[in-house]
Nanobody, 124 residues
Framework: VQLQASGGGLVQAGGSLRLSCATSGHTLSGYVVGWFRQAPGKEREFVAGIRWNSRLTSYEDSVKGRFTISRDNARNMMRLQMNSLKPEDTGVYYC??????????????????WGQGTLVTVSS
């Protein structure tokens, strides 16, 4: 499964961005998919995840109420709508997919397939 992330950019604090992650035509039915981010000098962290079939979602606490993860079954894509962006949201955002993960979504640490990352910069 090849994942291609896009949609990053430079935005002022309070602004919005929408990230997209497309597959190489591979269906993601049955997968857990998610977004992770890595800020400069920090470890990569979970941002949001969704179970493809049930649409059950989970979010990191700092993004709850501001970010929304969704999936487009017809296009085999997932998206991350990011509103009310803050400077601390700055980082490289990666999409991820895993078919075998059956644990709690909030504990999802990323699976086998990673996108290449897209840079989000939020200026103050």
């Amino acid at each position: 499964v090849q994942l291609q992330a896009s949609g990053g950019g430079l935005v002022q604090a309070g602004g919005s961005l929408r990230l997209s992650c497309a597959t190489s035509g591979h269906t993601l039915s049955g997968y857990v998919v998610g977004w992770f981010r890595q800020a400069p000098g920090k470890e990569r962290e979970f941002v949001a995840g969704i179970r493809w079939n049930s649409r059950l979602t989970s979010y990191e606490d700092s993004v709850k109420g501001r970010f929304t993860i969704s999936r487009d079954n017809a296009r085999n894509m997932m998206r991350l709508q990011m509103n009310s962006l803050k400077p601390e949201d700055t980082g490289v955002y990666y999409c991820n997919a895993d078919y075998r993960y059956r644990g709690a979504l909030r504990d999802y640490g990323g699976g086998d397939y990673w996108g290449q990352g897209t840079l989000v910069t939020v200026s103050s």
